[in-house]
């Protein structure tokens, strides 16, 4: 196990909702990255935070945010849900400082989000 | 053109066998690279990271030509257990930090 935990495991909204993602990150590591993985597809990075300042971030819109906390905890908001955002999202730690490419990331079990 | 490309496969093969998946990158700039494993409905777990010099792992050796941009795992003497997704990691300085893009996997049957 790595360590990284993320809640919830699965999730059901509905179009136009908002939804709030949560992940601790491996004690030590204090860069978090979230992605998103759609079926039969490799994951997609949306950003990346680090010592809670937002660190890179992929071609997602503005409503995809996030924040990470003292504790390098994050959250991922997704606002104005689309059918389409129905994907796993993943979220890894890393120690880095996230200022290193060569950055070794380890996933969580991700949550599965549902958008009907 | 996708900035990481993998063979999607699937790559059939027996017990024993050697089998490679190549990966393409198409910006210059990437400075990193790796190999993770996904199992099917489980999160992505590193498998190696991948050196100019190659490197070696037990049954696996990963190979970066920055040349031509791209690649390579080999799996000698293919188990039972190496079916999976394997997907190509690459990492690209950017404005702030870096970006981490995935192929979108390679899947693998290792058959009895």
């Known amino acids: 196990e790595t360590g990284v935990t993320q809640s919830p495991t699965h999730l059901i909204k509905t179009r136009g909702q908002q939804v709030t993602l949560r992940c601790s990150s491996q004690s030590g590591h204090n860069t978090v990255s979230w992605y998103q993985q759609a079926l039969g597809q490799g994951p997609q990075f949306i950003f990346q935070?680090?010592?809670?300042?937002?660190?890179g971030r992929g071609n997602f819109p503005p409503r995809f945010s996030g924040l990470q906390f003292p504790n390098y905890s994050s959250e991922l908001n997704v606002n104005a849900l689309e059918l389409d955002d129905s994907a796993l999202y993943l979220c890894?730690?890393?120690?880095?400082?996230?200022?290193?490419?060569?950055?070794?990331?380890?996933f969580g079990p991700g949550t599965r989000l549902t958008v009907l | 053109r996708k900035e990481v490309e993998q063979d999607p496969g699937p790559f059939n093969v027996p017990e024993g066998a050697t089998v490679a998946f190549n990966c393409t990158y198409s910006n210059s700039a990437s400075q990193s690279f790796f190999w993770y494993r996904q199992d099917c409905r489980k999160e992505p777990k590193l498998l190696m990271s991948v050196y100019s010099s190659g490197n070696e792992d037990g049954r696996f050796t990963a190979q970066l030509n920055r040349a031509s941009q791209y690649i390579s795992l080999l799996i000698r003497d293919s188990k039972l257990s190496d079916s999976a997704t394997y997907l190509c990691?690459?990492?690209?300085?950017?404005?702030?930090?870096?970006?981490?893009?995935f192929g979108a996997g390679t899947r693998l049957f290792v058959k009895a």
């Open positions: 935070y680090y010592r809670e300042e937002e660190n």
């Open positions: 990691v690459v990492n690209t300085p950017i404005a702030g930090g870096f970006k981490t893009i």
């Open positions: 890894a730690s890393s120690l880095a400082g996230g200022m290193s490419t060569r950055d070794t990331q380890y």
